[in-house]
């Protein structure tokens, strides 16, 4: 399962004092904990009042139902001071390993077969199966860059038909 960093703008209309930014952190944190997802530390108070924004890290696979899981985490912790957290960018870790070429796969709208194949010099490249119509809907440099950039090995596309 891949894990999504879900980044939530927790006082965008900049109105919380410091004292209500800790306190909605430590809040934060608890309730998120309480689930098994993790928050990155971050003292809200020493930040621009036009970037609150917290890193909320939840395993899973649908965009948007992170999003809201992130953003009602935030409207819980920080909503009784007034504020009104909105979901920002949503990307995911990557570790390199086959759900993240399958996370990649899929966020461009691809499926295919993965096959890791060791080299002697003890390096990975990873092969990656594609049907040939998919290639031609999206461009295989796309599909290369992302996968290489996400795994941090070399990668093989082959099209089939």
Not at 3 to 20: F, G, I, K, M, N
Not at 42 to 67: C, N, T, Y
Request: charged share 25%.
């Amino acid at each position: 399962m891949r894990t999504a960093v879900v980044r939530v703008d927790v006082d965008p209309s900049a109105l919380l004092a410091p004292a209500q930014l800790r306190d909605g952190m430590t809040a934060l944190v608890q309730s998120a904990a309480e689930l098994g997802i993790q928050v990155v530390d971050a003292d809200l108070s020493l930040m621009p009042a036009s970037r609150r924004q917290v890193e909320v890290l939840i395993a899973g696979e649908d965009p948007e139902q992170l999003k809201d899981i992130a953003v009602g985490l935030c409207i819980t912790a920080f909503g009784r001071f007034g504020a009104r957290p909105s979901a920002g960018v949503l990307t995911y870790v990557s570790r390199g390993t086959d759900d993240d070429a399958h996370g990649v796969l899929a966020g461009l709208g691809l499926r295919g077969e993965i096959e890791r194949v060791p080299t002697e010099d003890g390096w990975d490249i990873v092969k990656v199966t594609l049907l040939k119509s998919d290639l031609q809907r999206i461009p295989e440099s796309r599909v290369h860059t992302a996968l290489e950039a996400s795994l941090n090995c070399e990668v093989q596309i082959v099209a089939v038909d």
